[in-house]
């Protein structure tokens, strides 16, 4: 079946601006994940959801970042008054539910100008 | 929280010859350990994970080993091909969310 897929493939926005970035889990995959990846690192955990609620989101840097997940499936992260740091590749993940494999999608590579 | 050290950074290999990429993590609460995969430009690719109940897991020419009491976990990679070489990582968790390891890039020679 289609595999995890995330919009837009890429983003660059300038300094101040306010982003989403979309992300849509394989069918049937009630925990969703966002990490971010500098380059020439791993993937760095930001939220963790299990269907509509946050489970987990001590990985989000600050109050500018924010996920939504309304009915438990597509989910969207929202970074308000970006900053150049920000810069980096977003990746959602999904799994069956927690504590299983995680499948990761393609990335927004996100560009803060 | 979870820390995971991953080493060697970079490693070469001839093709043919075995690799073997070592993490160590902190949080004896941690009970998952998977292996990513991640080609230049594409996203991570999961190739082989264990759970704290078993030492040892098999998947043709990919091993993965753990250590409960040492806190470690290794990878293996024997009659390594060209088409291995990428960017390997290692996570641990419990809840959920992982936490990676920085990463080997492997590169196997032909």
């Known amino acids: 079946g289609a595999g995890v897929s995330q919009t837009p493939s890429n983003k660059v926005t300038e300094k101040g601006k306010y982003v989403e970035l979309r992300c849509d889990p394989i069918?049937?995959?009630?925990?969703l994940y966002w990490y971010r990846q500098s380059l020439g690192q791993g993937p760095e955990f930001l939220i963790y959801?299990?269907?509509?609620?946050?489970?987990?989101d001590s990985g989000l840097p600050n109050d500018r970042f924010f996920a939504v997940r309304p009915e438990g499936s597509v989910s969207t992260l929202k970074i308000q008054r970006t900053e150049r740091g920000d810069s980096a590749v977003y990746l959602c993940?999904?799994?069956?539910?927690?504590?299983?494999?995680?499948?990761f999608g393609p990335g927004t590579r996100l560009t803060v100008t | 929280g979870e820390n995971v050290e991953q080493h060697p950074s970079t490693l070469s290999v001839q093709e043919g010859d075995s690799a073997v990429i070592k993490c160590t993590y902190s949080?004896?609460?941690?009970?998952?350990f998977p292996w990513y995969k991640q080609e230049l430009g594409k996203r991570p690719q999961l190739i082989i994970d264990?759970?704290?109940?078993?030492g040892e897991k098999k998947d043709q020419r990919i091993a993965v080993t753990l250590n409960k009491t040492a806190k470690h976990f290794s990878l293996h990679i024997t009659e390594t091909q060209p088409e291995d070489s990428a960017v390997y990582f290692c996570a641990g968790g419990s809840q959920g969310n992982l936490i990676f390891g920085k990463g080997t890039k492997l590169s196997v020679k032909p």
């Open positions: 959801f299990q269907g509509t609620g946050a489970a987990d």
């Open positions: 264990i759970r704290s109940n078993v």
């Open positions: 069918s049937g995959h009630t925990a």
């Open positions: 949080d004896s609460a941690s009970n998952y």
């Open positions: 993940a999904s799994s069956l539910g927690a504590y299983r494999e995680q499948y």
